[in-house]
């Protein structure tokens, strides 16, 4: 191989005074490749890529070197193609010449003329410890903002009302409310029946909303879309209206869908009553995504709210044509107390458990507290068994002893709600409510 020529060196001290000079780093490509040194051309088209990885002149550059062809310079005859194994088996220049063990391996035979097919994918293994990626990974949006795929959308559940236990008149309200015109397209059209406006669930904590919405959403055949404070409020100005944006954008592109809304009476509490204006303005947006734009704007995308103290929910939230139709869920009630029970001590060592017993020495209790009856129970056996040295299995009295130890969680819950049964049921929203204080002597 030539040595180097005068012109050569003085490129190879300007590109070392001006490393990231693309342009200049690519013209000593062109001399070096001229001039045979088409190993030195490849380690500087490749520090070229580092600077810029898209350069289309730097990559067709990188293809004639890594065939070992030159440029064609006027007056001279074209030079031939350079066989490949001196440009895979020479020792590499440092940090950039690619590595040997390269995908583009010598051929048996000698080299036949490249053609227009290159293979790229083959270039970029020789070439990939020199060049950066040119594509990378999106960074994932903060909050929910921005970006639609931030949401997590649930695909169609396999839960339906049928495996909710119990709660006959939810189910009957339900299917009144929301599922029959649903179901119904004809009669619908035929009664006028709009599907605008949604669902709010309130009651005592622990008794099942959240379960209830995905069996709803599981009877439509919809996208399942849980969404809590935590997901919409953001600290800056104007975010947490775009979340509240981009939650319903996302629903409406994922249509049929339920969205959930969470502990409402966070993301749409009186605006009355709250001091942050960016707190009012969510509120404010949130209406409007009620609303829609456009009279289709939510056709298919079917709201559900849950709260325990509705009547710190705006006003506005419960007009007609929003959040109009309110369930009341509470505590299990016998059939659906024995199917929670059930649910969790079907993997548990048991023996001699009457459930009719456990199901009414558990009167009152939510279906968290049923949890916590039959987790208190089990490590009470577990306990026992590592104290004796000997393994037994969870028996009645495990069961009615951890029952007779947990006060029922909704008490104070039903403590506050009498108050606003008695002087605030305006409209007669809390008529059920009423009905069931009465039924349980507690008005």
Known sequence: MSAESPLIKSMRTAVAATPDDVPLRLHLAELLLTAGHGDAAVGEVAAALQHAPGDVQARELMVRALAGTPANTPGEAPLPPRPHAPVLTQAPAPAAVPPQDSVLKPPPAPAPTPTPGFDWKAAQDQVGDAVPPRFVEAPLTVDGGGDADAWDVERPGTVRLADVGGMQEVKERLEAAFLAPLRNPELRRLYGKSLRG???????????????????????GASFLSVSV??????????????????????????????????????????????????????????????????????????????????????????????????????????????????????????????????????????????????????????????????????????????????????????????????????????????????????
Request: charged content about 25%; proline content about 5%.
């Open 230 to 443: 935590n997901d919409v409020l953001d600290m800056w100005i104007g975010n947490s209206e775009r979340n509240m944006h981009e939650l319903f954008q996302t629903a409406r592109r994922q249509a049929p869908c339920v969205i959930f809304l969470d502990e409402l009476d966070a993301l749409g509490g009186k605006r009355s009553r709250t001091q942050s204006s960016g707190m009012r303005n969510t509120v404010n947006q949130l209406l409007t995504e009620l609303d829609g734009v456009e009279a289709e704007a939510n056709e298919g995308v079917f709201v559900l709210a849950a709260t325990n103290v509705p009547w710190d929910v705006d006003i506005a939230l419960r007009r007609p044509g929003r959040l109009d139709r309110t369930l009341l869920v509470l505590p299990p009630d016998g059939p659906a107390r024995e199917a929670i029970l059930r649910y969790h001590l079907r993997e548990r060592p048991i023996e001699n458990v009457d459930l009719g017993k456990l199901v009414k020495a558990t009167d009152g209790l939510s279906g968290a507290d049923l949890a916590h009856v039959c987790e208190a129970a089990a490590e009470h056996a577990l306990l026992d068994s590592a104290r004796t040295g000997t393994v037994r299995l969870i028996g009645m009295k495990d069961l009615l002893a951890a029952a007779g130890q947990i006060a029922p969680s909704v008490e104070p819950w039903f403590a506050s709600a009498r108050n606003v049964a008695m002087y605030a049921n305006d409209g007669g929203m809390y008529d059920d409510l009423v009905a069931y204080l009465k039924k349980k002597r507690k008005l």
């Open 198 to 220: 949604g669902l709010l669930l309130y009651g005592p904590p622990g008794c099942g909303k959240t379960f209830i919405a995905r069996a709803v959403a599981g009877e439509l």
